[in-house]
């Protein structure tokens, strides 16, 4: 199943808590991509945050890999985890 994930700082969070993190969550991103459980990575248009598109065989599998993203083991990045299905509008095109 795809799982939409939407990464930003906790409001508030002083950047030097975050600037350390950094390495380590391209890494860890970078090792879950390699896996194929991540499988697209954007900014926001602004910056404030990113959106990852994960592929897993349950939110609860993507809930554990966040989990180990090292920003949210610090406690610095919040993630917004949203369960995707395929859209079904376009049928309306071809119903008879």
């Given at each position: 199943m795809?799982?939409?994930?939407?990464?930003?700082?906790?409001?508030?969070?002083?950047?030097?808590?975050?600037?350390?993190?950094?390495?380590?969550?391209?890494?860890?991103?970078?090792?879950?991509?390699?896996?194929?459980?991540?499988?697209?990575?954007?900014?926001?248009?602004?910056?404030?945050?990113?959106?990852?598109?994960?592929?897993?065989?349950?939110?609860?599998?993507?809930?554990?890999?966040?989990?180990?993203?090292?920003?949210?083991?610090?406690?610095?990045?919040?993630?917004?985890?949203?369960?995707?299905?395929?859209?079904t509008?376009?049928?309306?095109?071809f119903?008879?």
């Amino acid at each position: 199943m795809q799982v939409l994930v939407i990464a930003r700082v906790v409001a508030g969070t002083a950047m030097e808590k975050v600037l350390p993190l950094v390495k380590p969550e391209a890494a860890k991103v970078w090792e879950y991509y390699a896996a194929n459980l991540v499988h697209t990575i954007h900014y926001i248009a602004d910056h404030s945050g990113a959106v990852l598109l994960f592929e897993a065989p349950s939110v609860e599998a993507v809930n554990e890999a966040v989990a180990k993203l090292p920003m949210v083991e610090a406690g610095v990045l919040e993630c917004e985890v949203i369960p995707l299905v395929p859209y079904t509008g376009l049928a309306e095109l071809f119903a008879k």
